[in-house]
Nanobody, 115 residues
Framework: QVQLVESGGGLVQAGGSLRLSCVVS????????MGWYCQVPGKERELVAS???????NYADSVKGRFAISRDNAKNTVYLQMNSLKPEDTAVYYC?????????WGQGTQVTVSS
């Protein structure tokens, strides 16, 4: 089993920054992908950014140039640095760990950006 614990969400003014963290524990494959998704009420969860264990990254168009995903494989931790935040970034952010057909989610952390 794999457990994910997120932290770092909160309330910030537009233009501000937040850093999300997600620690993964349990039976972890050395080769895997980790990422961040966001969800607002009434909509499906959407990919924000992902990063493989080899360091390859992928971003949603809406966050390119503003968000940066990184990971520390030694600490089994993935980060999402969120800069130049906009009110439309307001959502619950979920950490995800996956490899092949196995996928695990964190409990989510609320990010609220005020205008």
């Amino acid at each position: 089993q794999v457990q994910l614990v997120e932290s770092g969400g909160g309330l910030v003014q537009a233009g501000g920054s937040l850093r999300l963290s997600c620690v993964v524990s349990g039976r972890i494959f050395s080769v895997n992908t980790m990422g961040w998704y966001c969800q607002v009420p009434g909509k499906e969860r959407e990919l924000v950014a992902s990063i493989t264990s080899g360091g390859s990254t992928n971003y949603a168009d809406s966050v390119k140039g503003r968000f940066a995903i990184s990971r520390d494989n030694a600490k089994n931790t993935v980060y999402l640095q969120m800069n130049s935040l906009k009110p439309e970034d307001t959502a619950v952010y979920y950490c995800k760990y996956w490899r092949n057909m196995y996928a695990y989610w964190g409990q989510g952390t609320q990010v609220t950006v005020s205008s």
